[in-house]
């Protein structure tokens, strides 16, 4: 057999293949990645409606917002105790943390704040304002 009937790839083909290969990975890794991310978050954001009524519902009875935590790991789960709710879906991946009265009087507004286990930097903050009738979640 010649050198021009052997079969097979040649370096050149390989290399050429493997770049392309390379660029694809680089684009659509990343890409993934986000989906992902985005899908978690809004599991998170589904999640804070049903914590939202509940907390409208404790303050219509008690006239105050009800704070607490649910934390992942388990080790605190007040916002169970106190309003009985906890997260769905989220796969035990977000602490999930209710703070009334930090930026105004307690009767008046609250914050959920959701952040990951996995990754501090990806945190959401939702706010109420009683005065305003507004509920913001980004």
């Known amino acids: 057999i010649s050198r021009?009937?052997?079969?097979?790839?040649?370096?050149?083909?390989?290399?050429?293949?493997?770049?392309?290969?390379s660029i694809i990975a680089t684009i659509a890794i990343p890409t993934y990645f986000s989906y992902i991310q985005e899908g978690r978050l809004s599991t998170v954001r589904a999640n804070v409606e049903p914590l939202r009524l509940a907390l409208e519902d404790f303050f219509l009875e008690n006239g105050t917002y009800a704070t607490g935590s649910w934390l992942a790991d388990g080790s605190d789960t007040s916002l169970e105790t106190n309003i009985g709710w906890h997260p769905d879906g989220d796969g035990g991946q977000y602490d999930y943390v209710?703070?009334?009265?930090?930026?105004?009087a307690i009767t008046s507004c609250y914050s959920v704040t959701v952040t990951s286990t996995a990754d501090t930097s990806a945190t959401?903050?939702?706010?109420?304002?009683?005065?305003?009738?507004?509920?913001?979640?980004?």
């Open 4 to 21: 021009n009937e052997a079969a097979g790839f040649t370096l050149v083909e390989l290399m050429i293949t493997l770049a392309i290969l």
């Open 124 to 138: 959401i903050t939702c706010n109420r304002n009683q005065a305003t009738g507004t509920f913001s979640c980004p």
């Open 98 to 104: 209710v703070a009334a009265g930090a930026a105004c």
